[in-house]
Every structure is written in structure tokens, then in C-alpha cells.
């Protein structure tokens, strides 16, 4: 079974400057989730989506990131402008369930790291 | 709201001892609960979890977690410690019926001690 994609694995770009990611699920996977993973901490939930339908975004700086799932498959995450501390790894994950399956977990890609200098 | 606490950033062992690395969670409902490893520059990996079936849990490379509500714990357990297990750690509280995010601890960084 192929995992979760994205690309690029890494990205260096200067401050103010916009970067966008992507993601390939595992195939019929209904949920996706982008997370934020800086340095020394744990990942962060960003946005998740349920299909191509926004389930929570409330953690997501959304004067400065956006996000989107055309069609329930692939997503982008974009950021525009850029900061320092955006620094971090950007996971995309991916799980099988919706609300009320009890026997799910989340599939990780191997995240893109970006660097803003 | 659901939440988890690592109790310990490091943990550091002798190789072929025992490895405890704990968690808390907090979490209205029943929750899901789960160890995630991370290695280095590598992407993360499900250890094992828990999903209201048995309580005590067995992963792969010989970890298991016992799921304790009256003391919310999950604590993450393997009798043996290998070199190769040196690693991050990280324990994940999801409630499936209340939207299936997963929620992470800060980690804990296992150092196996040849």
C-alpha cells in the first residue's frame, strides 16, 4: 500500500517570500490533516479535512496560510508571506475514519522541511 | 477538550533494561489513544493503540501500553531496550466521536546507553 506523499521534502526561502506544499493521501482515506512540527516540539493539528470539507481549522494563521482539497484527494498548503518562525516540518497525514470510527489512526508522509531565512 | 502530558522530555537507558516512558491524557469521552515513533529526519511511525478493546496493548518491536481510565495513564513500556530504539516518542489522545483529530504530547527522547 503506497503511504502518504508530499512534496518537496525540503524548501529554503527567504522572509516575505510564499511557499506552497502538497500532499498526496492514501487512497480512500477521507481525512486529511496538515500539522505543524517546530523544533523540539510535538506536531501541531493546522487544518483537517473531512473530503474535500474543512472540520477544523482553528489552529490555522489564516492571515498568512491557506489551505485547500480540491476534489476529497490531494491538498496544498500555502504560505504567503512568510515568517521566521515558520520555520518547521510540515506533515500531511491521512486516516481512514470519519467521526465515530473507533478503529483508526493517522498515516504520516515524511513532511517537508522548510527553512526561512 | 482532549489533551495529552508527557511526563518526561528525556528518558535515558542502559541498553537491555527496562523502558518507561510515560503519559497522561485528558479527554471528556472515550477516547483513542496512541504511541507514535519518530526517528531521525525519518517520517512517523504507530507503535501501537488503543481503541476501547483490551487495555493492555502490544506494538510492534516489542512495546505495549496498558490503558488505566482511573488514572487517565497510557503508559509506554518494553522489557528490553535496543540501541535501535533510541528515538522520539510521542503519545496521541483522538476522540472518533467528537471530529477524529489527534492531539500530541510534547514527546519524550528515548537515549538507549550502550
Known amino acids: 500500500e503506497a503511504g502518504v506523499a508530499q512534496s518537496p521534502r525540503y524548501k529554503i526561502i527567504e522572509k516575505r517570500q510564499s511557499v506552497a506544499f502538497w500532499c498526496n493521501p492514501i487512497?480512500?482515506?477521507?481525512?486529511l490533516y496538515w500539522y505543524q512540527q517546530i523544533l523540539g516540539q510535538g506536531p501541531k493539528l493546522l487544518i483537517q479535512?473531512?473530503?474535500?470539507?474543512?472540520?477544523?481549522d482553528s489552529q490555522l494563521p489564516k492571515d498568512r496560510f491557506s489551505a485547500e482539497r480540491l476534489k476529497g484527494v490531494d491538498s496544498t498548503l500555502k504560505i504567503q508571506p512568510a515568517k521566521l518562525e515558520d520555520s518547521a516540518v510540515y506533515l500531511c497525514?491521512?486516516?481512514?475514519?470519519?467521526?465515530?470510527?473507533?478503529?483508526?489512526?493517522?498515516?504520516f508522509g515524511q513532511g517537508t522541511r522548510l527553512t526561512v531565512v | 477538550a482532549q489533551s495529552v502530558t508527557q511526563l518526561d522530555s528525556h528518558v535515558s537507558v542502559s541498553e537491555g533494561t527496562p523502558v518507561l516512558l510515560r503519559c497522561n491524557y485528558s479527554?471528556?469521552?472515550?477516547?483513542?489513544l496512541f504511541w507514535y515513533v519518530q526517528h531521525p529526519n525519518k517520517g512517523l511511525q504507530l507503535l501501537l493503540k488503543?481503541?476501547?478493546?483490551?487495555?493492555l496493548v502490544k506494538g510492534i518491536n516489542g512495546f505495549e501500553a496498558e490503558f488505566k481510565k482511573s488514572e487517565t495513564s497510557f503508559h509506554l513500556t518494553k522489557p528490553s531496550a535496543h540501541m535501535s530504539d533510541a528515538a522520539e516518542y510521542f503519545c496521541?489522545?483522538?476522540?472518533?466521536?467528537?471530529?477524529?483529530?489527534?492531539?500530541f504530547g510534547t514527546g519524550t527522547s528515548l537515549t538507549v546507553i550502550p
Open positions: 497525514a491521512s486516516s481512514l475514519g470519519v467521526g465515530g470510527w473507533t478503529d483508526t489512526e493517522a498515516f
Open positions: 487512497s480512500g482515506h477521507a481525512t
Open positions: 479535512f473531512q473530503n474535500n470539507g474543512v472540520v477544523d
Open positions: 479527554s471528556s469521552y472515550s477516547p483513542s
Open positions: 488503543y481503541t476501547s478493546a483490551a487495555t
Open positions: 496521541v489522545v483522538s476522540d472518533p466521536y467528537t471530529g477524529n483529530q489527534f492531539y
